[in-house]
């Protein structure tokens, strides 16, 4: 290698450069993996919001402080964080979340949903969500209810929101 | 430099003893959980006669009294001959499938006779003219030790969303 290279990439001090690089590495695995999880979207249920192929980074811290609100686009967790669910939140714990001829109803009362594009007839009986549940949804609605995940989901399993 | 090369050496030892702490046991669940992950998979253009082969296989993992609980509205699977049934008409119905593992976590009990397995399936299939679709849930397979075969003995699903 020419010395200006090696000069370049090991630096004057190989030692040194060694520590630096293992610092950024740490670096970068604790922030990807555990605050902005860079994640693909990956099938329809979020249309047109979300398209399959898109890039988005979840950022883990938040929900730290606060808690999901209504229309809040969260991240859920299976197995684990390496595949991830992306969904609306409707309704909040202690409600009940109902679909009658597509239009969602939350206590009894219809929800104005502007994000949704892909309006679909969805008849769904009510549920109530638990203390530390939330009503999740995806936007395309144009689906059939049958193919979609769609209900309550457990507080711990929340992952924290896209970035955009 | 002696001082880095010796920390080296030491992050590789760990490493080294990390995959032998393992143990032989999750190893080899692993690897059954790769021909799962294959042979119900049908790769495109796949002739309907290679379901045979993939049968066969996918008997060899399973115990004989299976169970596979697909979840709401697919009704649960039960025995060998029930799995065969629903694999055969899967089968002929896409044009492929593939189906990844993830978030793969092993717990063997301590009899090293039974092991559970918790992870998210990633499937993507094609049907006919149907876009392509694609789906995501998370699994829990109980294993049993027969013959000194890992097999499984159940598979659920968990609602994470219900």
């Known amino acids: ?96 979340v109902s679909f009658r001829h597509g239009q969602v109803y939350v206590e009894g009362s219809p929800l104005d949903e502007p994000y949704v594009l892909f309006e679909g007839d969805w008849n769904l009986p009510p549920k109530r969500c638990g203390e530390r549940e939330y009503y999740v949804v995806g936007d395309n609605r144009a689906m059939r209810s049958s193919a979609h995940i769609h209900g309550r989901v457990d507080r711990s399993r929340i992952v924290g929101a896209p970035l955009w | 430099m002696k001082r880095t090369l010796i920390l080296i050496l030491v992050i590789a030892l760990c490493v080294g003893a990390y995959f032998l702490w393992r143990g032989g046991d ?43 609980s ?6 649960d699977i039960q025995s060998q001959e029930g799995l065969a049934l629903a694999y055969r008409r899967a089968y002929s119905v896409v044009d492929w499938a593939e189906v990844d593992l993830r978030d793969v976590e092993v717990d063997v009990a301590e009899s090293r006779e039974r092991a559970t397995v918790r992870l998210t399936a990633m499937l993507e299939y094609q049907r006919g003219a149907e876009p392509q679709a694609t789906g995501a849930r998370e699994i829990e397979i109980d294993w049993e030790k027969v013959d000194d075969e890992w097999r499984i003995s159940e598979i659920a699903v968990v609602e994470a969303v219900r």
Do not use: H
Not at chain 1, 77 to 88: I, N, P, T
């Open chain 2, 26 to 68: 999750e190893r080899r669940i692993r690897r059954r959980l790769d021909v799962l992950s294959q042979t119900v998979s049908k790769p495109r253009g796949s002739p309907d006669a290679a379901m045979f082969g993939r049968l066969s296989s996918l008997r060899t993992l399973f115990t004989q009294d299976c169970r596979l």
């Open chain 1, 1 to 96: 290698m020419a010395d200006g290279w090696r000069r370049l990439v090991i630096g004057r001090n190989p030692r040194r450069t060694l520590v630096r690089a293992l610092v950024v590495a740490a670096a970068a695995y604790v922030f990807f993996g555990y605050v902005l999880l860079p994640a693909r979207v990956e099938g329809a249920s979020m249309s047109p919001n979300y398209k399959t192929g898109g890039l988005t980074l979840v950022n883990a811290l938040a929900y730290v402080r606060s808690d999901p609100q209504r229309g809040d686009v969260i991240a859920i967790e299976l197995a684990g964080r390496s595949v991830m669910l992306l969904k609306r939140v409707v309704g909040l714990p202690g409600e009940t």
């Open chain 2, 70 to 75: 697909p979840g709401n509205p697919i009704p």
